[in-house]
């Protein structure tokens, strides 16, 4: 069964698991310890941490290994916000950051802080200029993922860092979806990363901070991990997550080069053997193996589901929120179309023929699910056009509204109105991105008694 989600989590590359099960025999001691058993295990996180430090592009002593990386970004952001408490209390990040970011985030203003959200253009970067508006005299801390984990974008890091540089401002870098790909440019104060991305295990997360980056830890002081990742040390794991990161990295070019092929061919033939699609994020400046398409008229819970019964696994935006009812909100910051959301993922090795019939089979599930939600088909318009209609879809869900409004957007003339009454929180993005897809004019958003009316004028 073809997996087509390395972005969730990456399948355990073979090297993990060799050093894994070696380093259960050899290293289940406490590496703080000064017998013999000890001595070996602290040899293998000290060879374990200056293999990630070279991976990363720092000294061995400026990283941590901790229990998961958003957990290193937890420990990131508090402990840098902490440490320039005396700066300011502003934090800035980008609006399409991990929700690990956004989690730290609404936590600093529930404790009084400021957050400042740079946002980004339709392809899901931020511009630098528009970022360096964003720091503000208070700043303590700014945050920027390398490359996104829902549509594959990857950020101006370098340009970003150089401004932040500049203004006297540390910048975050969240390099969980990119660290396996290659090193992320220099400039950056912190870095964080998961190891379960590069198909090391999950449970490892990095964390580096650079030597005169101001940095305070939050939380009970522990011993271990310079007193920024309390609690024993994952040694197994660790070793294998290392270990695994410069396996991959010495293969990354290659097959970077490989995988980027077969994406182009997704984003090229979905477009043209699926109707209404979206192909969504940056068509070069983004991560070799990750490509995201979203398709009009479709559920994208049941075109999963579809997708799996036909041995194929995909992912529908971000993990971290495809279980919730409210649209992506990285695929709302960029405006863009976010029913029958997809996002393919491929890992490592993944074999062409695999993608080849993924594409066979995709466009016949979209025409499915649609023909089963009562999608519309090409019309002729109404001979007696009305002046403006009017469509209830409260209580129902996406797509819908869209649905139903593009059913009846031919009965209304020119120059006229449809409203769609709908509260569900997609519409506001969905209809839209639907105007934008037909050509029609989307007037604008009003409240109603029970969720919002939404206005759309026909144009042709």
Known sequence: MPYFDAASAAPLHPVARQALLAALDEGWADPARLYREGRRARLLLDAAREAAAEAVGCRPDELVFTSSGTTAVHAGIAGALSGRRRVGRDLAHSAVEHSSVLHSAAAHEAAGGSCTEVPVDRFGAVDPAAYAAALRADTALACLQSANHEVGTEQPVAEVAALCAE???????????????????????????????????????????????????????????????????????????????????????????????????????????????????????????????????????????????????????????????????VLKAMGVLSEGNVRVSLPPGTAGADVDRFLEVLPEVVAEVRERLGAPVSAPPSPAPAASLVVDALGRRCPIPVIELAKVIGEVAVGATVTVLADDEAARLDIPAWCEMRGQEYVGEEPADRGSAYMVRRLS
């Open 167 to 329: 203004a006297g401002v540390p910048l975050l870098v969240d390099a969980a979806q990119s660290l396996g790909w290659g090193p992320v440019p220099a400039g950056w104060s912190l870095l964080t990363a998961s190891a379960h991305k590069w198909g090391g295990p999950a449970g490892v997360g990095l964390l580096a901070v650079r030597k005169g980056t101001r940095f305070s830890p939050q939380g009970p002081a522990g011993e271990r991990e310079s007193g920024r990742a309390p609690g024993f040390e994952n040694l197994p794991a660790i070793v294998a997550a290392a270990a695994s990161l410069r396996a991959v990295r010495d293969g990354a070019a290659a097959e970077a080069e490989r995988l980027r092929a077969l994406v182009d061919r997704i984003r090229s033939v979905v477009a043209e053997r699926v109707p209404d699609v979206e192909v969504v994020g940056d068509p070069v400046r983004r991560l070799p193996h990750l490509v995201t398409f979203s398709c009009l008229y479709v559920d994208g819970e049941t075109l999963l589901h579809e997708l799996d019964r036909r041995e194929f696994s995909v992912s529908s935006g971000s993990s971290c929120t495809s279980s919730t009812l409210t649209p992506s909100h």
